[in-house]
């Protein structure tokens, strides 16, 4: 079974979820060869007792239309994830969490989805871009932002801190960077391809709710 590539961005008004609220987020769904299949976003009411952080809070009045997109048509969370988790498992294709960088954005989306369906059809992992940038640019890791990346791994997409404008535009910048990786296992001699998921491992792991990936030696 292919990997589908679930590129997802999150705008939240703090960092990290539970004391603060996930506002807004959006996947989009593309095969390894760019081919875009599908799209989810939502925008969240917030989570009781949860309040903005003030330094995010302070960010987000530099950013007013942002703002008023993921203020709009807001969801229950419960109601949101569950459909999430639906349209995930839909995919036609093993899917595969992407984020630029994952340590947020499956940080917010993991800790919701367990919290209001009590699984994640990702298992327990994410792929990370920033850490995928420093392994085909060489850059230290800590200089892989996007303006010291190679103009060339970019569409001409926009970034607008709306959740689904960003998670189009790095999922398109995921795949360009894909492609440059099969060109250097070519040019090793190895296959250039994305190799086909041989067993579901994962799957069956995020169907154990008790499972622990600290003792899975498959992670």
């Not at 004391?19 to 060869?33: G, R, V």
């Not at 009590?118 to 992992?125: A, K, Q, T």
């Amino acid at each position: 079974m292919a990997e589908i590539y679930v590129s997802t961005d999150v705008e939240a008004d703090g960092p990290i979820p539970g004391p603060h609220s996930m506002l807004s987020f959006a996947s989009a769904a593309y095969t390894a060869d760019k081919q875009l299949i599908g799209t989810f976003s939502a925008n969240l009411e917030l989570l009781p007792d949860a309040k903005g952080h003030p330094l995010t809070m302070k960010w987000w009045k530099t950013e007013p239309e942002a703002w008023a997109a993921c203020r709009q048509d807001l969801q229950d969370p419960k109601e949101a994830m569950k459909e999430y988790v639906k349209w995930v498992k839909k995919l036609p294709g093993k899917a595969v969490f992407v984020a630029y960088p994952a340590g947020f954005d499956f940080t917010f989306v993991f800790w919701y989805m367990m919290r209001f369906t009590g699984e994640s059809p990702f298992s327990w992992s994410a792929l990370d871009m920033k850490t995928f940038a420093m392994a085909l640019s060489g850059l230290p890791y800590r200089s892989c932002i996007k303006p010291k990346l190679p103009k060339d791994w970019f569409d001409d997409l926009p970034h607008t801190h709306v959740a689904l404008d960003d998670a189009l535009e790095q999922g398109a910048l995921f795949c360009n960077m894909l492609s440059l990786w099969q060109q250097h296992r070519q040019a090793l001699g190895l296959p250039n391809e994305v190799m086909p998921v041989v067993h579901d491992v994962e799957a069956e792991e995020a169907a154990v709710p008790g499972i622990s990936p600290r003792v899975d030696s498959a992670l």
